[in-house]
Every structure is written in C-alpha cells, then in structure tokens.
T-cell receptor, first 115, second 115 residues
Framework: GDSVTQMEGPVTLSEEAFLTINCTYT??????LFWYVQYPGEGLQLLLKATKADDKGSNKGFEATYRKETTSFHLEKGSVQVSDSAVYFCALRRNSGGSNYKLTFGKGTLLTVNP | GAVVSQHPSWVICKSGTSVKIECRSL??????MFWYRQFPKQSLMLMAT?????????EQGVEKDKFLINHASLTLSTLTVTSAHPEDSSFYIC???????????FGPGTRLTVT
C-alpha cells in the first residue's frame, strides 16, 4: 500500500538557519504530493503541493521538488523564523477515483525555531 | 482558503457514554468529508470517508458500529463515538472537499477524553 516516510524529529534550529525535512514515499502510479503544517492548537493547513514529477511547490519561503527517480519530496527553507515552529506533515494522494482521493500522511516532524 | 469548523473543540465524557462531534464546511458545499484520528506524536490515521447522502466508507480496522458517521447535508458531517472507552481518547480531525482530486480543508480538531 501507499506510505510516506519523513524524518523523525524533533528538529531544533536557530533563527535564520537552513531547514531540510526529508520525505520519501511509496505509491503506485503518479501520486500528488503535499506538505501540510500544523501550528500549535490549530488544524492542518496546506503549505505547498506538487502534482507531477519535477514540479516544485513553494509558499512562504518553503520549497519542495517532486523527484520521481528518488521518490522524494524534501521540504526546504533557506532562513527559518520563530513563527515557523510547528509540526510539518508530508502526504501523498493517489489520483484515481477508486482511492476516493484520500491522503496518506507521514508521522510528522516537530520543528522548533529558537530566537 | 475554505473554512471548516468542528464542534466541540474538546470534550470529556464518562466511559460507556456516547459523544457526537460535528464538522461543518462554512463557505462551500463539501461533497466529501474525511474523518481522521491523531495519536500523540503520530500521524493522522484516516478512519472513514463520507460522501453526502451515502454510507461512509471505513478504513480497515475501524469499527463502523463504534464510530458512526453521518453526512446528511453538503455542509455537515457528524462522528458519533458510541459507548466510549478510555482507549478512544484521541484527537479527531475532519476535512472537507469537493468530489474528486480537490484540496482537503481541515478542521481544527476535537480533543476527546474518556474517563
């Protein structure tokens, strides 16, 4: 079945440091890939997405590139801020009607950014 | 983005009682709603998918008689945990989307504690 593996946290960085959170996936066909963010006490929000190989999703300074050859979708940001402290989830969605378009999530990575 | 609300945000109930959690899409008609369960420091586990006007599709291992899902309108789905036990204590999250490969919008979650 489908699965998503992301690096386990927690990750603790200083402000303005470079961030990478690794994510790899296993799925049949050509899934869409997502990064969601969950701030403390809030629901999940879509951070960025990519729907086909070599697509790059970007938002709020975060980027991730859909790499089919390595089945990866690593999240990066060049300079993190304290406000980026949150839990980040990598997810995939199989793009076929039979799957009901459901999302499969990784376990989440807690990021803490210190001033 | 679209707004999805959940009510209540937290609930404490006694073992053996039932509790109902509501999920509402506030500014769009959600053809499909998803219910997830999130354990501490773990991923979101999809419990079931419901399409308006039809029976929910439950994931393997989820007891349909224990977790009753109703999706009677395009803006409301409910999850009822029947005869709750302490092991049902968890964070329950819903999401809503249009039918097909459209973005899921997540609610803020409901913290259930069974004593």
């Amino acid at each position: 079945g489908d699965s998503v593996t992301q690096m386990e946290g927690p990750v603790t960085l200083s402000e303005e440091a470079f961030l990478t959170i690794n994510c790899t996936y296993t799925a049949t066909g050509y899934p869409s890939l997502f990064w969601y963010v969950q701030y403390p006490g809030e629901g999940l929000q879509l951070l960025l997405k990519a729907t086909k190989a070599d697509d790059k999703g970007s938002n709020k300074g975060f980027e991730a590139t859909y790499r089919k050859e390595t089945t990866s979708f690593h999240l990066e940001k060049g300079s993190v801020q304290v406000s980026d402290s949150a839990v980040y989830f990598c997810a995939l969605r199989r793009n076929s009607g039979g799957s009901n378009y459901k999302l499969t999530f990784g376990k989440g990575t807690l990021l803490t950014v210190n001033p | 983005g679209a707004v999805v609300s959940q009510h209540p945000s937290w609930v404490i109930c006694k073992s053996g009682t039932s509790v109902k959690i509501e999920c509402r899409s506030l500014d769009f008609q959600a053809t499909t709603m998803f219910w997830y369960r999130q354990f501490p420091k773990q991923s979101l586990m999809l419990m079931a998918t419901s399409n308006e006007g039809s029976k929910a599709t439950y994931e393997q291992g989820v007891e349909k008689d224990k977790f009753l899902i109703n999706h009677a309108s395009l803006t409301l789905s409910t999850l009822t945990v029947t005869s709750a036990h302490p092991e049902d204590s968890s964070f329950y999250i819903c999401s809503a989307s249009l039918a097909g490969p459209y973005e899921q919008y997540f609610g803020p979650g409901t913290r259930l504690t069974v004593t």
